[in-house]
């Protein structure tokens, strides 16, 4: 079972009732019945108990042994046993390919207000909405940004992305995810990796609920290099967990809804998808409590770099630069010295997206809030805000604490990021987002240093 302590507070009052196996892209191996994986192969001529062998490969078979993803599956059912796919027509705010056509352009600061909860029944898959992105999932080249919101359960339905692999960050209310590999509760100040093609149904224990996305199109998460911090720090691999084997042996009718080159796909079948009994392999779901980071700063002087603050990274095939990093900014001391502490001002060649999932954000005061979003664009000038900043100028710098009761995130990408049109339109754009800087004081003196 996941276990808390005062130095790392569970992130919901409510505890997780689910068992985990502990560690980042091991080998796992998992059995809801005794001896139900086959021993010594992967494909007897009968499977224990009746059961079928599936692999589900995350990358080519060729994929040198290091970076080499799959796993087996030893279900009830072949999950080709479905009916044809049809276009989903529930949810037309779901956008894979951005082009003109797709979405729009602008290098403008923008700000969202917290995204709105419905008031009607609405579930995962239809509370979806992306906000922008990048790239065609059909080259598997860029990313999509999505947020949601939900106020019931998945009912005897499964999402899985044909696109790429998921990220998810929930900002209000537990997830209650089933997956075919088992069970995940994701809190608040937790996230969860759902890869490319597994099948999962979010139930919502808590009622309304809202949370970020981030989805890759090509390459997988992993733990960013470590360098000469050492062996230790940042996310630790032992605190993460995937789940372990359970099913559901029922025949009843279900949908499952394919994201496939941005679109929306559904097919029915009759029983449920979750009825793999035993699995083993290193291609699975996890999760990861954002309260076990390991932050890492400056103990003399300077603010710096966001880097430190990475949880995982999607790398490119340019060395040091990410499709995609996940980075947080967790309360933490401050120390440095004779420094201008809050985050400097910046241009920057990657795009940021940021989101607050508890807390005031540290360079941010006022219309930052929880359930709210940010984009700074390439090279779009961004900073601190003029009270941040008249603040960080005259303080008494003595070490102290920052950021307690805060967890703000970010996306950042090499990628140029186009909006859709439901971003882009958006009633609660924060359209006075740029005069947070413009009463910022000029005190450049010629006669004085």
Known sequence: ??????????????????????????????????????VGQNTPQVCPYGLYAEQLSGTAFTVGRSGNQRSWLYRIRPSVMHRPFARYQGNPFVVGAFTDQTSTVTPTQIRWLPFAIPKDAVDFVDGLRTLGGSGDPAVKNGLAIHVYTATQSMDRRALCSSDGNI?????????????????????????????????????????????YMLEVYDGHFELPD?????????????????????????????????????????????????????????????????????????????????SVFTVLTCKSAHPGTAIADFVIFPPRFEVQMGTFRPPYFHRNCMSEFMGLIHGSYEAKRGKFLPGGASLHSTMTPHGPDAATVENAVARDLQPGRVADGTQAFMFETMFQLRLTEWAAQSQIHDTDYYKAWQTIPVTFNPDKI
């Open 1 to 38: 079972m996941s276990t808390s302590t005062k130095i790392h507070p569970s992130p919901e009052n409510a505890p997780d009732p689910y068992e985990y196996q502990s560690g980042f892209g091991n080998h796992f191996s998992s059995s809801a019945l005794p001896n139900a994986l086959p």
């Open 167 to 211: 990220l998810l960050v929930p900002q209000q209310g537990r997830l209650d995810i089933t997956t075919e590999f088992g069970k995940l509760m994701v809190a608040p100040n937790e996230i969860a990796v759902i890869q490319r093609g597994m099948r999962f149904s979010v139930a919502m224990p808590d009622g309304p609920s809202r949370g």
């Open 226 to 306: 470590l360098g000469p911090i050492g062996a230790n720090g940042l996310a630790n691999p032992r605190d993460f967990q995937t789940p372990t084997a359970r099913y559901v042996n029922k025949t009843e009718e279900w949908t499952i809804v394919n994201k496939f080159q941005g679109l929306l796909f559904a097919a029915t079948q009759d029983h449920s998808p979750f009825d793999v009994v035993a699995w083993h392999g290193n291609y699975a779901p996890y999760k990861y409590n954002l309260a076990y980071f390991n932050v890492v700063g400056s103990v003399s002087f300077d603010h710096i770099d966001p």
